[in-house]
């Protein structure tokens, strides 16, 4: 039996699907049974929050392998983003552990360090060290920005694109290599089908800044839009007031714009993702792929 966290997300759902096709039997750990769409009948459920050590304990029974791919952008009603990442984490390893379960596959990213900037990238951090130092098999993959239907930023771009010209947070100059979800899931099920320890750098072949990536959806919906980058500081401090007055509802926050200068590289490129026998598509071909559906 493997545990999923995350399986409502942009890889967690390309996942579950492979793990029911080859006939896996699935749990998902979900505040929202609906969030799985039809899957839901097809996996056994525990309902509950990854800040309630009580459904954690209760999710590993019966259970030999642990996915964990869920993670917080932002904080949340009842907990912050260091309490959803960080410490949901260690909770989730320290459960596994108790139950002797044998194997542990995480979902970071790529950018994480325990001196960022971005909030966000330094609970990451925290996790993924959390995964490492545990003495159970664990396999870590950090992609590069993720392209799906429903990736945050490319829903953002999109939006935006209905506007008479595009914002670009800031100079638009981080680099990052996006790879498309179905390829980061293709990963994990390459991992979890022979022992892949350690960690893994996941990144699609192409490398472009965030000014180009918001170009390429553009041409990818077919909208010809000009960009307009502004000024962090004036962005910050609108962000800074929408939080103050919309909290948790407000449509972006400060370490999200954070994110949006943080390059996320490697100088791996392509060859983790080989080594797992995946051969991630080009930035085009994934644009188009996440617009036409579920792979």
């Known amino acids: 039996m493997i ?37 839901r009948v097809r996996v056994g459920l525990v309902l509950g929050d990854l800040a309630d050590p009580t459904s954690t304990r209760h ?23 260091e309490q959803l990442n960080a410490l949901a984490t260690v909770r989730l390893v320290r459960a596994a552990e108790h139950a002797s379960i044998s194997r542990f596959l995480f ?12 909030r966000y990238l330094r609970s990451r951090a925290l996790a993924e060290d959390a995964v490492a130092r545990s003495p159970l098999e664990t396999t870590i993959l950090a992609p590069s920005l993720v392209v799906a239907a429903r990736a945050r930023l490319m829903t953002l771009i999109e939006r935006l694109a209905w506007l008479p010209a595009v914002p670009v947070y800031g100079r638009g100059d981080a680099l990052w290599e996006p790879i498309a979800a179905a390829d980061v899931a293709d990963c994990a099920i390459a991992a979890l089908d022979e022992p892949a320890p350690g960690r893994f750098e996941l990144a699609g072949p192409d490398r472009v800044s965030y000014d180009e990536l918001t170009a390429a959806v553009l041409r990818a919906r077919g909208r010809r839009r000009r960009r307009v980058h502004l000024p962090p500081a004036a962005v910050r401090a609108a962000l800074a007031g929408l939080e103050r007055t919309l909290g948790p509802s407000a449509p972006a926050t ?10 996320m590289t490697t100088e791996r490129g392509t060859a983790d993702a080989d080594r797992l026998r995946v051969r991630p598509q080009p930035l085009a071909h994934a644009l188009v792929s996440s617009r036409s559906g579920p792979p």
């Open 3 to 39: 545990l999923l966290t995350g399986a409502s997300g942009a890889v967690g759902s390309a996942l579950l699907r492979r793990l029911l096709a080859a006939g896996r039997p699935v749990r998902c750990l979900v505040r929202d049974p609906r969030e799985l769409g039809a899957e």
């Open 254 to 263: 400060r370490d999200e714009a954070d994110l949006l200068e943080v390059s």
């Open 107 to 118: 979902l970071s990213t790529l950018g994480v360090s325990q001196h960022a900037r971005s």
């Open 59 to 81: 999710a590993m029974r019966g259970v030999d392998c642990v996915v964990h791919l869920a993670a917080a952008i932002r904080d949340g009603p009842r907990a912050s983003i």
